[in-house]
Nanobody, 119 residues
């Protein structure tokens, strides 16, 4: 199973970006999908996560600015990031709790995509 993120880049404060995470491989179903981020010198932190049923959690720091969504048919997750702030600068990682076609259950991570917000 592979998770591939896209959509990162450089944006000015107040701007927006949309991240995508596409899961591929021997997937039976995906339970929880989430976005995490890691800023330089800091620990990785949860940004938002969404269950297969659509239940959503956000970090307090992004509530009202970021929107997570997913397309279960496409095994794809999105993160719409609006009103970006310099403190949102980080590498953003996709995470998925996957039930494989071989009946195993594993956690997978993407390679990360860099988001840089300039002031």
């Amino acid at each position: 199973v592979q998770l591939v993120e896209s959509g990162g880049g450089l944006v000015q404060a107040g701007g927006f970006l949309r991240l995508s995470c596409a899961a591929s491989g021997s997937i039976f179903s995906i339970n929880v999908m989430g976005w995490y981020r890691q800023a330089p010198g800091k620990q990785r932190e949860l940004v938002a996560r969404i269950t297969s049923g659509g239940r959503i959690n956000y970090a307090d720091s992004v509530k009202g600015r970021f929107t997570i969504s997913r397309d279960n048919a496409k095994n794809t997750m999105y993160l719409q990031m609006n009103s970006l702030k310099p403190e949102d600068t980080a590498v953003y990682y996709c995470n998925a709790d996957v039930f494989t076609a071989q009946a195993g259950r594993y956690e997978f991570w993407g390679q990360g995509t860099l988001v840089t917000v300039s002031s």
